[in-house]
């Protein structure tokens, strides 16, 4: 039975945790889907194909948001509980196929006791209403507090402090955002509107994805925003999201993005989603992030004078890379992260050469040298090491970046430009709006190459020291500073 006690429900209410509080339930289990980085991520016996998700901002950053988070699912297992990733809210209520529930928590699992025996292959509808933080340590992702407002930075396992899912992007799922906000502040989210509704002082913007999403690429933005929309290659909406104060400074790198589009169009074929744009917030986050269909960016790194033009284009290309290789075409594992990654990085670093001549050659021998350091410190490109304790985005280390584009620049030396080039465009179109493996990218390769790579892909994804380079003999990597 539900907790009735006025007492307990109000000491629920004040946490900014989950809290147990069917006492009724035995003991909860954590479970994961088996992630080699992150075991308890994920849950087994369910697969999500989509989330409702409501917030309630009510004009402080600093204020836990009111949540509703609605999930339509499907049973792949029999489930007698359902495990969902969650932590750094408050529940107050859950519902199982319009059931009040039992729930509790163990680690960073809710954990709901279904209404009966559920059996394999049915309908799943999951309703908690819940409180979503923003406070805490802003370095394990969540809500990032901007200078008016909030944004989302997920990865890789941080969704799960905003809202209650299978926060593994191995089950990707459509989204729907409904968020009310103060009338006067701007929200968007990932995909395209669906409607705004005013309530006398406050207003609800929807948006609505049309293609499946990883919880780690959710966005949603509130804040005093302007919005700017312009036109993409074949009419595609492009809308960016910027401080209204800085509007003006920055049209001259927000009207790069066309343009951006249509090179990596020429590289791999038509942009896979429904809109993009850059989504800039006056925020320290330390790095940027691809989050679908609305790439998160510093402002600083459009502000601060000491970087490079062209160093600024590599990166806002480098995470539009992403809306191909990471968003479109996810990790099924995150040991396959240098898919994501290494691509990105790949991208960034041939832009750079065509744009601003910044040799690629130049940029991979220097890789090469660093290489084996870069193994010996955090694993091999397709085997990292797992991520500091308490500090889960060290997994994005220099081996996953440069590290893997130097895989795909030693794969184009072994099979040719042309192949390569073939390969590129038929993993994203063969794998558009799935999760894919590394796995999946090396037998797809041998098909095309018209041969078995596979132990070229052993030694140069999984080897302790970095492989000779294709067509460079004289290539040399140093040796980690404690041999």
């Not at 088996?34 to 994920?42: A, M, T, V």
């Not at 084996?372 to 090491?385: E, M, N, S």
């Not at 067509?471 to 404690?482: E, F, I, N, V, Y």
């Amino acid at each position: 039975m539900p907790l009735t006690s006025r007492r307990l429900r109000a000491v629920l209410l004040a946490t900014a945790s989950v809290t147990l509080v069917a006492a009724t339930l035995p003991a909860p289990v954590p479970l994961g889907i088996g992630d080699r980085l992150f075991p308890e991520l994920g849950n087994p016996g369910y697969d999500v194909l989509s989330y409702d998700i409501a917030l309630t901002y009510h004009g402080s950053n600093t204020e836990p948001l009111d949540a509703v988070t609605e999930i339509a699912a499907r049973t792949t297992a029999p489930l007698e509980r359902i495990n969902l990733d969650f932590t750094h809210g408050a529940v107050s209520d859950v519902e199982v196929n319009g059931l009040k529930s039992d729930f509790a928590t163990k680690g960073e699992d809710l954990v709901v006791r279904a209404p009966g025996r559920l059996p394999a292959g049915v309908p799943l509808s999951i309703t908690v209403r819940h409180t979503s933080d923003p406070n805490g340590d802003q370095n394990n992702g969540g809500w990032v507090r901007t200078g008016d407002g909030l944004v989302m930075a997920n990865q890789a396992d941080a969704a799960h402090r905003v809202f209650p899912g299978n926060d593994h992007p191995a089950d990707k799922a459509y989204f729907t955002f409904r968020v009310t906000a103060p009338e006067e502040l701007t929200v968007v989210a990932n995909g395209l509107p669906a409607g705004r509704t005013r309530h006398g002082g406050t207003t609800t913007w929807t948006y609505r994805t049309e293609h499946p999403m990883a919880t780690e690429l959710a966005q949603v933005s509130i804040g005093g925003s302007t919005v700017v929309r312009r036109t993409g290659p074949r009419g595609l909406p492009v809308r960016d999201v910027v401080p209204t104060a800085d509007r003006e400074k920055l049209e001259p790198w927000l009207r790069k993005t066309p343009d951006q589009l249509a090179w990596m169009e020429q590289q791999v074929g038509d942009y896979p989603f429904e809109t993009y744009g850059v989504l800039i917030a006056d925020a320290a986050t330390g790095f940027e992030l691809e989050t679908q269909t609305l790439s998160l960016f510093e402002r600083s790194l459009f502000t601060e004078p000491a970087y490079p033009e062209w160093y600024v284009d590599s990166v806002m290309v480098h995470e539009l890379a992403h809306q191909w290789f990471g968003d479109s075409v996810s990790p099924r594992s995150w040991s396959d992260l240098w898919l994501n990654e290494g691509h990105a990085s790949w991208y960034e670093a041939r832009y750079a050469e065509e744009h601003a001549e910044q040799p690629l050659e130049r940029r991979m021998r220097e890789a090469y040298t660093r290489s084996d350091a870069w193994r010996a410190a955090g694993g091999p490109p397709a085997h990292p090491d797992a991520p500091a304790p308490g500090q889960k985005i060290s997994l994005f280390r220099p081996v996953v970046y440069d590290g893997s584009a130097l895989v795909l620049y030693a794969l184009r030396q072994e099979i040719g430009e042309a192949a390569f080039g073939r390969l590129e465009r038929t993993w994203v179109h063969r794998y558009r709006d799935e999760s894919a493996t590394t796995a999946d990218f090396t037998r797809l390769a041998s098909r095309i190459a018209g041969r078995d790579l596979s132990l070229f892909f052993e030694a140069w994804l999984y080897a302790e020291k970095t492989p000779p380079m294709p067509g460079h003999p004289d290539w040399r990597s140093q040796k980690p500073a404690d041999q």
